[in-house]
């Protein structure tokens, strides 16, 4: 494990309880509403906040146990951190605050320049913190905590400070960079959006509890609290976009409205989105399928209907349709679902 | 669009203007411009000049080296009687001066509560000496420094700190690297907000220290010396401090005069 986590702190009056792990080179999102204790469990890992009780361990070694009274400080954790609006150190170039860890740790400055290239800011080098965009000051931000050569990589909301058009682009580069990161990184959001980009694994956060905690697309499809219900309850596809239409990872196609996107996307789609037909559908939808029931269940006042694709596909309808369209598992049906009814994210 | 302001009002910041401008330009105009170069090369003036200088400068270098730790701890240590600790620190601000002068006579005089023994012990005798001008001024000097540097602190986002300790940073690297280079300006307008208060010292010192020509005697104790004997010569060394402070004024006017930072 790159993290192993269990925390029992309080930050004032508000009490925190969690036990969260991270595998190398997997990605999790601690999502939750604001002030929901997300960003101090992530303090309390890289030794920013004390513990009341529990037990931490990084790469196999414990760095809090309150059972052994051990509480490694924080510079001694090889923990990488990208703070909430960055915290570059504005008296230093990008160049001095990326290295100033390497130099910190009596690491060789090799790394600098490694991750200078690999995150496209070699241009950047030795500008001022104050002459960076927001998402220029984000790269330097992973960058300054990657070269340090972590054993574990902490990013607290690290979208949040962006515009909207900056974040969208931002989250798609994000994802790749990670991807280059083989040790484990748990990410602070409270955007599910950026939770389904970027994550492989969702850990839902509520009250100082974990209220859920699954692989994305599970999480998204099947949110078991009220407040992720209200944010998700979605299908979610992975795959590649051009020019409108999305070639999915585990097989079929989705047609989307939107043309733009190109190269690796997150596609969601509402299953109350998808209609279910007898016969072959008319009309407008760009998207139809002939395919196969696998399996039907009673979600509220809606039934969900799990279809084989490909792509696979949930659908949401009235109890009413289910028996007008003598559905049942192993049936044949035909899906149609609109293009504009497919969103589209850069991944 | 300006709002409209009650003539009182105006009429009466014309008057306060007037009442500290009004000083200073009779102090200028009555200034032997003349004989500026020969009333200032005196020996006694000279004197005066150097020692403020040394002194003042030797006071504020204390200020830093001891004003700094304290700023910190009270800005970032939370201890039982912080606020007691820190209303002392301040009370040399709104002390009279001679009553200072009174209580380092009380603490390092040759009776006093340490004093007795530098005295007995290694025969240190710091009133009435030049060291002892160092020490007065030290004193009323230090409070400035102190506030300035925790005001700064304070302000500072602590983020910042706890970046460099993510990125392995020892307790003195985060703070010779990250937190004195973010406090540097305010360090600077403390220090020299410090040796102003230091060079313009008169009650503490002239209590404590004395008033010998070429010992104790700073710029200041000059001026009200001069008086005594000739009146130009003390309006000449006058003119000195008032164009030091001058200058004080203008390498601080982003931060107190609330222009651009």
Same mark, same amino acid.
């Given at each position: 494990?790159?993290?192993?986590?269990?925390?029992?702190?309080?930050?004032?009056?508000?009490?925190?309880?969690?036990?969260?792990?991270?595998?190398?080179?997997?990605?999790?999102?601690?999502?939750?509403?604001?002030?929901?204790?997300?960003?101090?469990?992530?303090?309390?890992?890289?030794?920013?906040?004390?513990?009341?009780?529990?037990?931490?361990?990084?790469?196999?070694?414990?760095?809090?146990?309150?059972?052994?009274?051990?509480?490694?400080?924080?510079? @001694?954790?090889?923990?990488? /951190?990208?703070?909430?609006?960055?915290?570059?150190?504005?008296?230093? $170039?990008? @160049?001095?605050?990326?290295?100033?860890?390497?130099?910190?740790?009596?690491?060789?400055?090799?790394?600098?320049?490694?991750?200078?290239?690999?995150?496209?800011?070699?241009?950047?080098?030795?500008?001022?913190?104050?002459?960076?965009?927001?998402?220029?000051?984000?790269?330097?931000?992973?960058?300054?905590?990657?070269?340090?050569?972590?054993?574990?990589?902490?990013?607290?909301?690290?979208?949040?400070?962006?515009?909207?058009?900056?974040?969208?682009? +931002?989250?798609?580069?994000?994802?790749?960079?990670?991807?280059?990161?083989?040790?484990? #990184?748990?990410?602070?959001?409270?955007?599910?959006?950026?939770?389904?980009?970027?994550?492989?694994?969702?850990?839902?956060?509520?009250?100082?509890?974990?209220?859920?905690?699954?692989?994305?697309?599970?999480?998204? !499809?099947?949110?078991? *609290?009220?407040?992720?219900?209200?944010?998700?309850?979605?299908?979610?596809?992975?795959?590649?976009?051009?020019?409108?239409?999305?070639?999915?990872?585990?097989?079929?196609?989705?047609?989307?409205?939107? $043309?733009?996107?190109?190269?690796?996307?997150?596609?969601?789609?509402?299953?109350?989105?998808?209609?279910?037909?007898?016969?072959?559908?008319?009309?407008?939808?760009?998207?139809?399928?002939? *395919?196969?029931?696998?399996?039907?269940?009673?979600?509220?006042?809606?039934?969900?209907?799990?279809?084989?694709?490909?792509?696979?596909?949930?659908?949401?309808?009235?109890? &009413?349709?289910?028996?007008?369209?003598?559905?049942?598992?192993?049936?044949?049906?035909?899906?149609?679902?609109?293009? $504009?009814?497919?969103?589209?994210?850069?991944? | 669009?300006?709002?409209?302001?009650?003539?009182?009002?105006?009429?009466?910041?014309?008057? =306060?203007?007037?009442?500290?401008?009004?000083?200073?330009?009779?102090?200028?105009?009555?200034?032997?411009?003349?004989?500026? #170069?020969?009333?200032?090369?005196?020996? =006694?003036?000279?004197?005066?000049?150097?020692?403020?200088?040394? $002194?003042?400068?030797?006071?504020?270098?204390?200020?830093?080296?001891?004003?700094?730790?304290?700023?910190?701890?009270?800005?970032?240590?939370?201890? @039982?009687?912080?606020?007691?600790?820190?209303?002392?620190?301040?009370?040399?601000?709104?002390?009279?001066?001679?009553?200072?002068?009174?209580?380092?006579?009380?603490?390092?005089?040759?009776?006093?509560?340490?004093?007795?023994?530098?005295?007995?012990?290694?025969?240190?005798?710091?009133?009435?000496?030049?060291?002892?001008?160092?020490?007065?001024?030290?004193?009323?000097?230090?409070?400035?420094?102190?506030?300035?540097?925790?005001? !700064?602190?304070?302000?500072?986002?602590?983020?910042?700190?706890? =970046?460099?300790?993510?990125?392995?940073?020892?307790?003195?690297?985060?703070?010779? @690297? +990250?937190?004195?280079?973010?406090? &540097?300006?305010?360090?600077?307008?403390? =220090?020299?907000?410090?040796?102003?208060?230091?060079?313009?010292?008169?009650?503490?010192?002239?209590? /404590?220290?004395?008033?010998?020509?070429?010992? *104790?005697?700073?710029?200041?104790?000059?001026?009200?010396?001069?008086?005594?004997?000739?009146?130009?010569?003390?309006?000449?060394?006058?003119?000195?401090?008032?164009?030091?402070? /001058?200058?004080?004024?203008?390498?601080?006017?982003?931060?107190?005069?609330?222009?651009?930072?």
């Amino acid at each position: 494990m790159s993290v192993d986590a269990r925390i029992r702190t309080t930050v004032g009056s508000f009490e925190i309880d969690v036990h969260l792990t991270c595998a190398p080179g997997e990605t999790v999102a601690l999502l939750g509403p604001n002030g929901a204790g997300k960003s101090s469990v992530l303090r309390t890992i890289a030794g920013l906040h004390g513990l009341d009780q529990g037990r931490i361990e990084i790469a196999g070694n414990v760095v809090d146990d309150s059972a052994a009274g051990i509480h490694l400080p924080a510079e @001694r954790r090889r923990v990488g /951190f990208v703070f909430q609006d960055y915290v570059l150190f504005p008296h230093m $170039t990008v @160049r001095q605050n990326i290295g100033f860890g390497p130099r910190s740790t009596g690491l060789d400055a090799s790394g600098v320049d490694h991750w200078i290239d690999a995150l496209g800011i070699a241009d950047l080098a030795d500008r001022r913190p104050s002459e960076l965009s927001g998402g220029q000051a984000q790269r330097v931000a992973l960058a300054r905590a990657l070269a340090t050569d972590p054993q574990l990589l902490l990013m607290d909301e690290p979208l949040a400070a962006l515009d909207a058009a900056t974040r969208i682009e +931002v989250r798609g580069r994000l994802r790749h960079h990670l991807a280059e990161f083989r040790q484990g #990184t748990v990410i602070v959001t409270h955007d599910p959006l950026d939770a389904l980009v970027l994550a492989d694994r969702v850990v839902v956060v509520e009250n100082g509890r974990i209220t859920q905690d699954g692989p994305t697309a599970q999480v998204a !499809a099947e949110p078991r *609290t009220e407040y992720l219900a209200a944010l998700l309850g979605v299908t979610l596809f992975r795959g590649s976009a051009a020019s409108g239409t999305i070639a999915c990872v585990d097989g079929g196609t989705l047609i989307a409205s939107d $043309t733009h996107a190109a190269g690796d996307v997150v596609a969601l789609v509402r299953p109350q989105a998808i209609s279910l037909h007898r016969e072959r559908p008319e009309g407008s939808a760009r998207n139809t399928w002939h *395919t196969t029931v696998t399996g039907i269940d009673a979600h509220g006042d809606q039934v969900r209907v799990h279809l084989a694709g490909p792509p696979a596909l949930v659908a949401a309808v009235t109890p &009413a349709a289910v028996a007008e369209l003598r559905l049942a598992p192993g049936e044949k049906v035909w899906a149609s679902l609109k293009a $504009t009814d497919v969103s589209v994210h850069p991944a | 669009m300006r709002t409209p302001a009650p003539r009182l009002l105006i009429a009466l910041a014309m008057v =306060a203007f007037a009442f500290l401008a009004l000083p200073l330009i009779g102090l200028l105009l009555s200034a032997p411009w003349g004989q500026m #170069t020969e009333l200032l090369s005196t020996p =006694a003036a000279r004197d005066a000049l150097r020692l403020s200088l040394v $002194t003042s400068l030797m006071a504020t270098a204390i200020t830093i080296v001891l004003g700094v730790p304290l700023a910190w701890v009270l800005a970032r240590r939370e201890f @039982r009687g912080r606020a007691l600790v820190r209303g002392l620190v301040l009370i040399p601000l709104v002390l009279p001066p001679v009553v200072g002068g009174v209580t380092l006579l009380a603490a390092f005089g040759r009776r006093g509560l340490v004093g007795q023994y530098l005295y007995d012990w290694f025969g240190i005798q710091l009133p009435f000496s030049t060291a002892g001008v160092v020490m007065a001024e030290a004193f009323v000097a230090l409070p400035f420094l102190v506030i300035t540097v925790e005001g !700064a602190l304070r302000v500072m986002d602590i983020r910042f700190e706890d =970046a460099a300790r993510t990125l392995g940073a020892s307790p003195t690297r985060v703070l010779l @690297r +990250v937190t004195a280079p973010l406090i &540097a300006p305010s360090l600077v307008a403390g =220090a020299v907000l410090a040796w102003a208060r230091a060079l313009g010292e008169f009650g503490a010192t002239i209590t /404590f220290a004395g008033n010998f020509p070429g010992v *104790t005697q700073t710029l200041p104790l000059a001026v009200y010396s001069a008086l005594e004997v000739s009146r130009e010569e003390a309006i000449a060394l006058s003119v000195v401090l008032l164009g030091i402070s /001058f200058a004080v004024l203008v390498s601080l006017r982003g931060r107190l005069l609330g222009g651009r930072g």
